[in-house]
Structure formats: C-alpha cells, structure tokens
C-alpha cells in the first residue's frame, strides 16, 4: 500500500540550528515526491517537488530536500532556522501510475518549533 | 491574482444539519481537488473534480458526501446531516493542467466544527 512517514511529530531547534525533516514513502514506482508547510489557522505551500533528474532539489525559503531511492526517503533540511520557520510540514506523495492527478497521500506532519 | 478562495473559513452546524463549502480555484485553473484534515492528522484526499464533471471520488464517504464543479461558479463540498465525526479542515486546492501531478496551490481553508 502506498504511505508516507513522517517519523517525528514534534521537532525543536535553536533558531540558527540546521534542520533535517525525515520522511520515508512506501510506493510501488518512482514516485513524485513534496514538501509542504502549513502556519496555523492556514493553507498548506508547496516548498519543493521532485519528479525526475537532480535528486537535490531546492525550494523556496532556503530549503531542500535529497532523493533516496535506496532508502525510500526524501528528507527535507535547511542549514540554519529562522523563527519564522515555525510551522507544520508535511511530506507528501503523488499518484503517477495511471491514478488521479492530485490525488496526493500525505504523511502525518512534523510541527517545528524553533527558540530563540 | 487571487489564490484559491474558499468561503466560509469557519462554520458551526449542529447534527443533523447541511453544510456547504465554497471553492474557487485560481484564475486560470480548471481542475479543483477537495482534501480533508482531521485532528493531528495529515490531509487525506476527497475528489477531484474538473468543470461539471467528477474525474476522481474515490476519496469521498460514499453517503452524505458530495461535490460539484459547475459551468459557472465555484466548486461546492456539500455534507448533508452532518455528524460531530465530519467536524474537520477541509482544503481545496487546484491546478491549472492535467499534465503534473501534484502541483496544487491550497486555500486556506473552511474548518467544520458540529455541535
């Protein structure tokens, strides 16, 4: 069956720390593979996306994120945490085999709290 | 240029009753998928809709549940005798072809809360 696991539910950083956001998928081919951030009280943003090519993508805000197919992760990280990188993330999964566009499967998310 | 808008941002129903949820996806966009986001929960996919026809549903409870996508107008999630278990975020978001998948831009939500 196909699943994403966002093994971390709550992560805290100092602000200025680096970040790595772990996210492993279950999916029978090369999937098409997100990260999204949601404030609260708000919509979710595409961070990044990776479809094909350069397994290192980078995204907006500073972040990135590594392809490994070997390990069936897509981890996200960023080298140093502004406050306002507070936020829930969520790593996500998309449909490529013949299934519905946008039918994406999400993981549960991580929260990101960062202090001062 | 406007995102994705959707109307109410809250609504409170009490059971038994009918809520509707309003979507209108960016300009230019004509393919508007629903998601629904339970407490300390990821978003689970609904339907995915193009102008007047349902493409994808397999998302959707199969009773109380239904959308649609008209010719004019926004998309609308409708739950009928809503129960204190539908109480949730609900997401639209929409994309403007049918070539990538999962490049969707989000609205900020209606969140659901019955009483």
């Known amino acids: 069956a196909q699943s994403v696991t966002q093994p971390d539910i709550h992560i805290t950083v100092s602000e200025g720390a680096s970040l790595e956001l772990r996210c492993n998928y279950s999916y029978g081919a090369t999937p098409y593979l997100f990260w999204y951030v949601q404030s609260p009280g708000q919509g979710l943003q595409l961070l990044l996306k990776?479809?094909?090519?350069?397994?290192l993508v980078q995204g907006i805000k500073g972040f990135e994120a590594e392809f490994k197919r070997s390990q069936s992760s897509f981890n996200l990280r960023k080298p140093s945490v502004h406050w306002s990188d507070a936020a829930e993330y969520f790593c996500a999964v998309g449909a490529i085999d013949g299934g519905s566009q946008g039918n994406l499967i999400f993981g549960k998310g991580t929260k990101l709290s960062v202090k001062p | 240029n406007a995102g994705v808008m959707q109307n109410p941002r809250h609504l409170v129903r009490r059971r038994g009753q009918e809520a509707r949820l309003r979507c209108s996806p960016m300009k230019g966009h004509s393919h508007v998928y629903w998601y629904r986001q339970l407490p300390e929960e990821g978003l689970k996919f609904m339907v995915y809709l193009q102008k007047e026809n349902i493409i994808d549903e397999s998302g959707m409870p199969k009773e109380r549940f239904s959308a649609e996508f008209p010719k004019e107008g926004p998309s609308i999630l409708r739950i009928q005798q809503v129960v204190r278990g539908d109480s949730a975020a609900y997401f639209c978001?929409?994309?403007?072809?049918?070539?990538?998948?999962?490049?969707?831009?989000f609205g900020e939500g209606s969140r659901l809360t019955v009483l």
């Open positions: 990776y479809f094909s090519g350069d397994t």
């Open positions: 978001a929409s994309s403007p072809t049918s070539g990538r998948t999962g490049e969707l831009f």
